[in-house]
């Protein structure tokens, strides 16, 4: 193998993102991915364990875990923390009553080393329901301004309408990209 297929490769490798998709139970995160791979949507069982999916976007790779969220699978999820370039917290915004939960969930994952460079976006999912908490609620709800540690985003969405799923991903792979990719060139 020569050294220019070898530096090839190196540089592939580095424009791979490794973005994890978190939340509670039922936020949505495996029908955005759906949604996100064009995918039927009608229908969508519970995640048990995991899924990786992987997505090209421009010159990036993205591969995407899709991890359980129900409560007896949560201890699980620092097993996928390692090389997590981008964190993605799905809430379902119609769920009021876990909101507590969702907001306690996601600050301890931030407490996590393995997650500190992580960018984190939170995405304000079940938007097209009605009497869906908007996020500015939701913002106030999770304490999002108390988050010093990740650069973060929230964003309203919806996995039924499509409302900004791509343009997620596409602040996800900006954010990434600016702090890891800036003196890399093409
Ligand atoms: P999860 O992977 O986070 O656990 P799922 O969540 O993707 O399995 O979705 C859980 C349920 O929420 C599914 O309904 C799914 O259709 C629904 N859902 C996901 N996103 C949206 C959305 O943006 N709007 C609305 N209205 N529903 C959504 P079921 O009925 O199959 O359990
Ligand atoms: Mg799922």
């Known amino acids: 193998m020569g050294l220019l297929t070898i530096i090839r ?46 997505f090209i976007h421009g010159k990036y790779t993205l591969n995407i875990w899709d991890v359980g ?8 999820w620092r097993n996928y923390f390692e090389q997590t370039d981008a964190l993605v917290w799905v809430v379902d915004s119609s769920d009021r009553l876990r909101m507590q939960d ?14 500190a460079g992580a960018s984190l976006i939170v995405l304000a999912n079940k938007q097209d329901l009605n009497g869906a908490m908007t996020d500015a609620e939701i913002k106030e709800a999770l304490d999002l ?12 969405c919806s996995a039924i309408t499509g409302q900004n799923v791509a343009e997620a991903v596409g602040w996800v ?14």
């Open 145 to 156: 301004r108390s988050i010093r540690t990740h650069n973060w985003k929230i964003m309203p």
């Open 9 to 54: 490769k190196n540089q592939r490798k580095a424009k791979e993102m490794r973005i994890l998709f978190l939340g509670l139970d039922n936020a949505g995160k495996t029908t955005i991915l759906k949604r996100l791979n064009g995918d039927d949507i009608g229908s969508v069982s519970p995640t048990l364990g995991f899924e990786i999916k992987t």
């Open 69 to 76: 969220g129900q409560r007896t699978l949560r201890p699980y």
């Open 173 to 186: 792979v900006n954010d990434v990209a600016g702090r890891i990719y800036y003196n890399l060139g093409d």
């Open 102 to 115: 969702c907001k306690e969930e996601l600050h301890s994952l931030l407490q996590e080393d393995r997650l």
